[in-house]
Nanobody, 124 residues
Framework: VQLQASGGGLVQAGGSLRLSCAAS????????VGWFRQAPGKEREYVTS???????GYADSVKGRFTISRNNAKKTVYLQMNSLKPEDTAVYYC???????????????????WGRGTLVTVSS
């Protein structure tokens, strides 16, 4: 499966953005999808993920502000980001993994496919 992340941009603190992760290739409904981010000089970190059955997980730093959702018919996973903070500035990546477990995948090495990232910049 091929992934393409989009929707990044420059936004002021307190603003919102919606990222999209579009898939092509195999049927998307059998894949778990996760969003990770990497800020300059930092390691890639988990943001949120959704299983093939719709179970979601969130990093503590984004709980209550970010929402992940999926539309299998459109082969797309969305990340709605509200109340953005400067510390949310990073390149955001989406990853996909064939759904094997009925649980959220939190670590990057559990994902088999990655798309190019999309840059989110939050100004103060």
């Amino acid at each position: 499966v091929q992934l393409q992340a989009s929707g990044g941009g420059l936004v002021q603190a307190g603003g919102s953005l919606r990222l999209s992760c579009a898939a092509s290739g195999r049927p998307f409904s059998n894949y778990d999808v996760g969003w990770f981010r990497q800020a300059p000089g930092k390691e890639r970190e988990y943001v949120t993920s959704i299983t093939s059955s719709g179970i979601t997980g969130y990093a503590d730093s984004v709980k209550g502000r970010f929402t992940i959702s999926r539309n299998n018919a459109k082969k797309t996973v969305y990340l709605q980001m509200n109340s953005l903070k400067p510390e949310d500035t990073a390149v955001y990546y989406c990853g996909a993994a064939w759904s094997r477990y009925e649980r959220v995948l939190f670590t990057a090495n559990e994902y088999e496919y990655w798309g190019r990232g999309t840059l989110v910049t939050v100004s103060s």
